[in-house]
């Protein structure tokens, strides 16, 4: 069985605590995680379509200030990493704004069975944010 789990990281001033923030999606076979981002200014929710697996996959990313209002327009970054393997995926991440907040991630490929990390990186007028996403690829 394929499992998807997630973790984030509040950082807080110059220190890091290992507090995650947020929940899942409880809708049947939903595999939503959601986590407030490191400096808790959004709200970062993604689901994969479908069950997480090596080669290319598609997520959809829906993005909020942390009261909640959808955030439009944001610049995304993607970044896929093994960190056991000190490696990256070798494809860049496609990135498209479907409005309101919605955005598809596309050709997040992962290369080999493991774990990997998702890392989204928002910024939308002043504000910037992050959030790391941990899939457990078999």
Not at 40 to 45: I, L
Not at 71 to 96: C, N, Y
């Amino acid at each position: 069985m394929r499992m998807a789990w997630w973790s984030g990281l509040l950082v807080v001033g110059m220190g890091c605590g290992g507090t995650t923030t947020g929940g899942t999606d409880s809708s049947p076979g939903s595999q939503e995680q959601a986590v407030e981002g490191q400096h808790g200014q959004m709200t970062f929710a993604l689901t994969p379509e479908g069950t997480p697996q090596q080669g290319a996959n598609t997520f959809h990313l829906d993005l909020a200030t942390t009261s909640g209002d959808a955030v439009a327009g944001a610049a995304i970054s993607v970044s896929v990493v093994m960190p056991a393997m000190g490696h990256g995926s070798s494809h860049q991440p496609s990135v498209v704004d479907e409005g309101a907040g919605r955005y598809a991630i596309g050709n997040v490929v992962f290369t080999m069975a493991g774990t990997w990390e998702v890392t989204l990186e928002a910024t939308a007028g002043a504000s910037s944010d992050q959030a790391t996403f941990t899939y457990e690829i078999e």
